[in-house]
């Protein structure tokens, strides 16, 4: 069963504009971490942006923040004033407390347009 | 930068034949990973190690093998190499498990042809 729904294969957004990638996941582990890359053209996987299960409040970094909504099983990636840079493909994944793998979802392919 | 290197970066090789692809890190994590990533199907999980000669099974391991012999290096073995391997193929190291901040630092990918 797939654990991580990204159910956005893509996407176009005005530069500047703000964008909201959306990931939902599935898990019976109440400890469990959610995180964000990010994949340009060039190939390199960066990471983004953690949010662990027990947070009381959503993560940000820099421009990059995490809706993380528990109860609908929900870590939507909110990125502010988009930029060209951010045309990329996106990756939403998890990583379950009592188990050794970071499990993704088959991500959003994002298109700033100028 | 995380120390992981991946090698070789490209290859092309026969239906067949067996390949090896090598995961070298120098930051003495505990987790290493193989991922394959193709277009409509994201990143998936093939195995993965947790420690020295401690592996595990991904989603997609049928016809991959792996062996880690040394903390520093997790080898990834297509026994006898398929089209349908033709992937971009990602090495990936984590320091410990559980909810802690502990994301993965990937290399930079080896492109796999299959012909």
């Known amino acids: 069963a797939q654990k991580i729904t990204q159910t956005q294969p893509g996407m176009f957004v005005q530069e500047k504009e703000a964008v909201t990638l959306d990931c939902t996941y599935d898990?019976?582990?109440?400890?469990?971490?959610l995180f964000w890359y990010k994949q340009p053209s060039s190939g390199e996987m960066i990471f983004l942006i953690y949010q662990g299960s027990y947070d009381q409040q959503n993560a940000t970094e820099g421009r990059y923040s995490l809706n993380f909504q528990k109860a609908r099983k929900s870590a939507n990636l909110v990125i502010s004033a988009s930029q060209l840079g951010d045309s990329a493909m996106y990756f939403c994944?998890?990583?379950?407390?009592?188990?050794?793998?970071?499990?993704f979802g088959k991500g959003t392919r994002l298109h700033i347009l100028p | 930068d995380a120390g992981i290197t991946q090698s070789p970066r490209h290859k092309v090789t026969e239906t067949g034949t067996p390949v090896t692809l090598r995961c070298h890190q120098t930051?003495?994590?505990?987790?290493m990973y193989w991922y394959r990533q193709d277009p409509g199907h994201g990143l998936r999980l093939i195995h993965y190690s947790y420690g020295v000669k401690d592996t595990d099974k991904g989603e997609v391991s049928d016809g991959y093998s792996v062996s880690r012999s040394k903390t520093e290096d997790f080898l990834l073995t297509l026994e006898s190499a398929t089209s349908s391997q033709t992937s971009v193929y990602f090495c990936a190291i984590s320091e410990s498990r559980g909810e802690t901040n502990t994301e993965a630092f990937f290399g930079q990918g080896t492109r796999l042809t299959v012909v």
């Open positions: 898990t019976s582990d109440p400890s469990y971490g």
């Open positions: 994944a998890m990583r379950e407390g009592n188990v050794d793998k970071i499990i």
């Open positions: 930051e003495n994590h505990r987790y």
